[in-house]
């Protein structure tokens, strides 16, 4: 085990995006807090259907998860698709780590970075909202999980794309939408029957319940249920990013 | 005998547009060489590298790297080898010292500072070694490249192409510190199209061409048994052979090399005999040469001699 291989990985893969933290941490924390700002005067102090939360209490954490999982994916998958740019790549395919060292360094910088995003945004929310935590244990499971899957996808991704343009691809037209549609901004009982169930394929529509069940105490779906399917898909996207790895899909020839 | 360092064994590659890069090489590298893989382009040198770096799958073949096979011991081989690809490329995050102690880490090594300043002073990066990798020149870069190969310090060394498009000062200083490094111990490969370096640096070498093996030998047996040495003509400006002379004169191998007709002169005979014989062929055809000579192939003759017979 390449111990001090691994923990080199990871302070790479961090220092990265903590060299331009501004595009990184401060830019995305700062469009979930405009998010808020125009949804709060928008809807202004309507009730959540079903649940006894206002609007905008309700929307808290569903955007804080968005923001963890939109900055997990990015975090790994622009690594990946920069180094495949640039043709650096080669020096991590030359680097003596085994693929679940590879796998385990990349994607606990994007945790790291998910958890630093969504904690400046709820740090700045702190002075004008009551940000009470109903279950700690939920957030903290959920939001780990979730910035896993949402890392191993940025390197599936990654590992997919050619350039960032087919990079953008992947992001605008499969990642935003479901994100987008998972019910950060409603409660999937205010949807028709159908995208009610339709809803519950959609694993970001677990993620995003289950850590907002943490604070808010009430949600869609049983968290401790959920909880199965969200850690069964975070273990599926390691074990899948770790094989990719291995046989260096579309990383070697 | 001397300890192999490499040995490959009938490596065949395939690439998926169905190029095939590499036909079964078989080629053994001592320890403690500095050995010559020359080839023209698209012979399969890069392929070769590229293998053992993993950024290529071989198709099949093995290699053994110091005892260990390096397909099944990948991790060991890959922790004892330092590649110098040919294309450059750096993270635009960090700074010289910042990417050769990051190397050494992913390397599994505690950064030795003391050894990083000794590269960064060989190498003439000292100066650099705090700016960021962006506001180096091609020629920092190719020296970090170097470095960033040898900061872990593995006893074999694979340099693709470290002096293509590099000034001549560059390369004489890039020369000078190969040399020191192969002293000091550490098995050298080494790929490049300037002949005279390889000539000039190397003491074994091999040939390839389409993915096969042509010669591999030590560098003075090559020169002193397959080089030989050939009877050069010069006609009027523009003089072609046309395919008929060259039907005619096949046993002296004729080619054209920078407007001059040049016949192989065979060792086998005595020289005089058969110099007689090629130039009597020649003037029978062509009449008197305004000037010709005889010269003894150098490695950049028998290279483009051995290549062009594979070509036929």
Redesign the interface.
């Known amino acids: 085990m390449n111990l001090r291989g691994t923990w080199t990985l990871f302070k790479r893969e961090t220092h990265r995006f903590l060299k331009v933290n501004m595009q990184t941490v401060a830019a995305p924390a700062l469009t979930a807090i405009l998010y808020l700002i125009v949804f709060r005067y928008a809807m202004g102090d309507r009730q959540v259907p079903g649940m006894e939360v206002d609007y905008f209490t309700f929307l808290i954490p569903g955007l804080a998860m968005m923001t963890m999982l939109q900055n997990a994916f990015a975090n790994t998958s622009s690594s990946i698709v920069i180094g495949k740019v640039m043709n650096v790549h080669i020096y991590l395919l030359m680097a003596p780590l085994s693929a679940i060292e590879m796998v385990i360094a990349f994607l606990a910088a994007a945790v790291l970075r998910a958890v630093i995003v969504a904690t400046v945004f709820l740090l700045v929310l702190t002075p004008f909202v009551d940000l009470s935590i109903h279950h700690f244990g939920l957030v903290l499971v959920y939001g780990i999980c979730g910035s896993i899957i949402m890392g191993g996808m940025g390197l599936i991704g990654g590992m997919w794309s050619e350039n960032f343009d087919s990079m953008s691809m992947v992001n605008n037209f499969i990642i935003l939408p479901l994100t987008f549609l998972s019910g950060v901004f409603y409660s999937i009982k205010q949807l028709p029957p159908l995208w009610q169930q339709a809803s519950h394929f959609n694993p970001f529509f677990y993620l995003i319940d289950g850590f907002r069940h943490g604070f808010l105490g009430v949600g869609d779906s049983d968290p401790f249920l959920s909880i199965g399917i969200v850690a069964g898909f975070a273990l599926a996207t390691v074990l899948t990013c770790w094989h990719l790895w291995r046989i260096g899909w579309r990383l070697k020839e | 005998m001397t300890p192999v360092a490499l040995s490959v064994n009938r490596l065949c590659k395939s690439?998926?547009n169905g190029k095939e890069a590499l036909k079964g090489i078989s080629l053994s590298v001592p320890e403690g060489s500095f050995f010559a893989l020359l080839g023209p382009n698209g012979a399969g040198k890069s392929t070769l590298i590229?293998i053992m770096?993993?950024?290529?799958?071989p198709t099949s073949g093995s290699i053994e790297f110091l005892g260990h096979d390096m397909f099944s011991e990948?991790?060991?081989c890959?922790?004892n080898i330092g590649?110098v690809?040919q294309?450059v490329?750096?993270?635009?995050?960090?700074t010289p010292r910042e990417v050769l102690s990051?190397?050494c880490?992913?390397?599994?090594?505690?950064p030795d500072m003391n050894w990083i300043n000794d590269l960064l002073e060989r190498l003439e990066l000292a100066e650099y070694a705090d700016k960021n990798t962006r506001q180096l020149s091609g020629g920092m870069r190719r020296r970090l490249l170097v470095a960033?190969a040898l900061v872990h310090r593995p006893p074999l060394v694979v340099l693709d192409e470290p002096t293509a498009g590099v000034d001549v000062k560059l390369r004489r200083r890039l020369w000078y510190y190969m040399r020191e490094l192969n002293a000091s111990g550490t098995t050298i490969l080494l790929t490049t199209h300037y002949l005279e370096e390889a000539e000039e640096l190397c003491d074994h070498v091999a040939i390839i061409d389409r993915g096969n093996v042509i010669t591999s030998s030590g560098m003075e047996k090559l020169l002193h048994e397959v080089a030989g040495s050939y009877l050069w003509l010069r006609y009027r400006d523009g003089w072609e052979l046309g395919a008929a002379d060259a039907e005619a004169l096949s046993e002296f191998n004729p080619r054209m090399h920078e407007g001059q007709l040049c016949l192989t002169l065979n060792r086998m005979h005595l020289r005089q005999s058969t110099f007689h014989h090629a130039y009597e062929s020649a003037m029978q055809r062509f009449g008197p040469p305004l000037d010709a000579g005889v010269c003894e192939e150098d490695l950049e003759d028998v290279f483009l001699r051995l290549t062009r017979e594979e070509a036929v």
């Open positions: 690439y998926s590229n770096a993993d950024t290529v799958v990948r991790l060991w890959k922790g590649v690809p294309e490329a750096f993270d635009p995050f960090f990051m190397v880490g992913l390397y599994g090594q505690k960033q």
